[in-house]
């Protein structure tokens, strides 16, 4: 068994390029642990971090217009644990997990003072292969569950995935693949800030299906 502490990280990043923000400090501690087994591996870590002077969004409207533009002042704070998981029961099945849990602080500047919000929020990635002869399956799964943003959240998010290939030849495979089957990549959001709210939702269309054949030259 391994243990790792990671050191204190520091990293400026600016809003922009025309140096009209300050820079944004981000400190993080980390630490965390593996073990390996015959058929079993996986590792668990904590983390905290912190940034100051955060590049945020300000909207607000002039003559009818949203106007988008960024400024500096936002804070957050997040700590949470994360980790992974990997088995191989067999030479011909695998399973591996990844998961996490944290919690989000943020304190915002807006028109009339400081939005403080503060909330959990997780993912969790799951997948699995079988390879039996000619045939090779694969599944993978996850979910982001909703959060927060400065002054405002998302929704929850989800997708399946699913692939089959079949050798015919040493040369020639036939390959389906399938896409999010569940169709769960919409994401709803919300905005509410003191000069502007907004609620609607992002849809990218990722549900598909492919089927093809692979032919290797040698």
Known sequence: ??????????????????????????????IGTNADMENLSGSVSAF?????????????????????????????????????????????????????VYR??????????????????????FRAAYKVGPDDVSLDAQAQSSGITPLGRFGATSSVNLSWKHQLSKTLSLTVNASDIFDGSKRTYRTDASTFRQNGFDHFVARRVYVGFVKKFE
Do not use: C
């Not at 068994?1 to 400190?27: A, C, I, W, Y």
């Open 1 to 30: 068994m391994k243990t790792s502490v990671s050191v204190l990280q520091r990293n400026r990043r600016h809003g922009e390029n025309d140096g009209r923000f300050q820079p944004q400090l981000l400190t993080s501690w980390e």
């Open 48 to 100: 905290y971090r912190t940034s100051r002077d955060t590049v945020t969004d300000a909207r607000s409207f002039a003559d009818n217009v949203l106007v988008t533009s960024k400024q500096n002042g936002g804070q957050a704070r997040s700590a949470g644990v994360t980790g992974s998981i990997e088995w191989t029961p067999d030479a011909t099945l695998s399973f591996g997990m990844d998961g996490g």
């Open 104 to 125: 989000v602080m943020l304190s915002t500047p807006d028109l009339y003072g400081r939005v403080r919000q503060d909330d959990i929020s997780g993912y969790l990635k």
